[in-house]
């Protein structure tokens, strides 16, 4: 059964730096793209970074493009998103979402999905 599992949210100031985890079980990260999605009170879901799944050639957003970074360890079957100069527009749900191979901002084209992890970026 394939399982992901965000964690690493929390309260930041504005300015601050956080990391996201999702953690994959029940398959082999080698061959499936991993994205990072969020979703705000009232608002769609957004893409917001992903990285396929046999490259690392991952892909952002324009809203996080130069503040955002995804990585994947594969030993670890985990991807990370290493967050930036948060502002609090940034504060959502954050997601992970699983597909085969390819990588893609559409949360549409996904299978799997994590429970989230709440980002509050605040003072």
């Known amino acids: 059964q394939v399982q992901l599992v965000e964690s690493g949210g929390g309260l930041v100031q504005p300015g601050g730096s956080l990391r996201l985890s999702c953690a994959g079980s029940?398959?082999?990260?080698?061959?499936?793209?991993i994205g990072w999605f969020r979703q705000a009170p009232g608002k769609r879901r957004e893409g917001i970074a992903c990285i396929p799944g046999r490259e690392d050639t991952p892909e952002y957003a324009d809203s996080v493009k130069g503040r955002f970074s995804i990585s994947r360890d594969k030993a670890k079957n985990t991807v990370y998103l290493e967050m930036s100069s948060l502002k609090p527009e940034d504060t959502a749900v954050y997601y992970c979402g699983a597909e085969w191979l390819t990588c893609t901002l559409m949360a549409s084209e996904y299978e799997y999905w994590g429970r989230g992890t709440q980002v509050t970026v605040s003072s």
């Open positions: 029940g398959f082999t990260s080698d061959g499936y793209a």
